[in-house]
């Protein structure tokens, strides 16, 4: 028999408010050296309905023994609340204060393409592009880079259109 392994922890939002949250994982030092040094994963949910508001459980499929970063991205109309928490044990604790996160909204009136970006082996990301009237990812197009060897991701973006794009780095890297 399988035993399942995980956390979830439930929020609420109000009226017009869209929350995702992701998992920040630090990527192994010998995968390869042009390797992100972080990749997020976005966490998956259910939701129910509660009057105007919406309850939401996410998941954790594998917790760290030590503990797990997340970014809470909320999606209200026309601002993105960006908070930092730590999941550890049965706790989540939100920082009260600003960690390194770089994030961008972006608009073109032509279609374009967002930055090439690596993957890691397996297949993880360091970047994440989310259109903010839906809160889904814009899924990146993979392609083998044979010059580098490397797994490599673009985003296709629409015109006229705006988008949310987060990464995770090192404060030293900025």
């Known amino acids: 028999m399988e035993r399942w392994q995980g956390k979830h922890f439930s929020i ?38 509660r009057g105007e508001n919406t309850k939401k459980t996410f998941f954790l499929d594998n917790p760290s023994i030590e503990g797990d970063q997340l970014v809470i991205l909320s999606f209200g109309k ?22 390194p996160v770089k994030f961008n909204s972006l608009y073109s009136e032509e279609e374009t393409e967002f930055k090439e970006f690596n993957y890691t082996p397996n297949l993880k990301r360091p970047i994440s592009i989310i259109d903010p009237e839906t809160t889904e990812e814009i899924k990146p197009i993979l392609y083998f880079d044979e010059e580098t060897n490397e797994v490599r991701g673009k985003c ?8 949310f794009a987060f990464e995770i780095r090192d404060k030293k890297d900025e």
Not at 32 to 37: A, E, L, Q, V
Not at 78 to 99: F, G, Q, R, W, Y
Not at 156 to 163: D, E, G
């Open 12 to 49: 609420t939002d109000p009226k017009d408010v869209n929350t995702v949250i992701y998992q920040i994982n630090k990527t192994e030092k010998n995968i390869s050296k042009n390797s992100p040094k972080y990749t997020i994963e976005r966490l998956d949910f259910t939701q129910e309905l």
């Open 156 to 163: 296709k973006l629409k015109p006229y259109k705006s988008y």
């Open 78 to 99: 026309e601002k993105v609340v960006v908070n930092m928490a730590i999941l550890e044990d049965n706790k989540i604790t939100i920082s009260k204060k600003p960690v």
